[in-house]
């Protein structure tokens, strides 16, 4: 059974940093693309991140270009989200999916959801 478990998550103030983890279980990490996404309240759930099974490459989101980076190690079965310089308007649950193919589908595509974790920025 595929399973996304995320953590890292917490509050932090302007300007801070937080390492969010997703640890994929019951298939092997490399062989698959994973995406990180995130909804504040009263939003639309939108892509921030996502790395191929290749790890060439990793798109991100225009707002957090240069402060993000998204990295795997498939020995741990981890995809990791280090977020820098974070601001506010940051401020959402996260949530890492796959949809156990190679390369980043479309956000539609996506079957298999982690059950999120806070980040909240603020001082």
């Known amino acids: 059974q595929v399973q996304l478990v995320e953590s890292g998550g917490g509050l932090v103030q302007p300007g801070g940093s937080l390492r969010l983890s997703c640890v994929l279980s019951?298939?092997?990490?490399?062989?698959?693309?994973i995406g990180w996404f995130r909804q504040a309240p009263g939003k639309e759930r939108e892509g921030v991140s996502c790395i191929s099974a290749s790890d060439t490459t990793p798109s991100y989101t225009d707002s957090v270009k240069g402060r993000f980076t998204i990295s795997r190690d498939n020995a741990k079965n981890t995809v990791y989200l280090q977020m820098n310089s974070l601001k506010p308007e940051d401020t959402a649950v996260y949530y890492c999916a796959t949809d156990l193919g190679r390369y980043c589908p479309r956000l539609h595509e996506y079957v298999y959801w982690g059950q999120g974790t806070q980040v909240t920025v603020s001082s």
């Open positions: 019951g298939v092997t990490l490399d062989l698959y693309a």
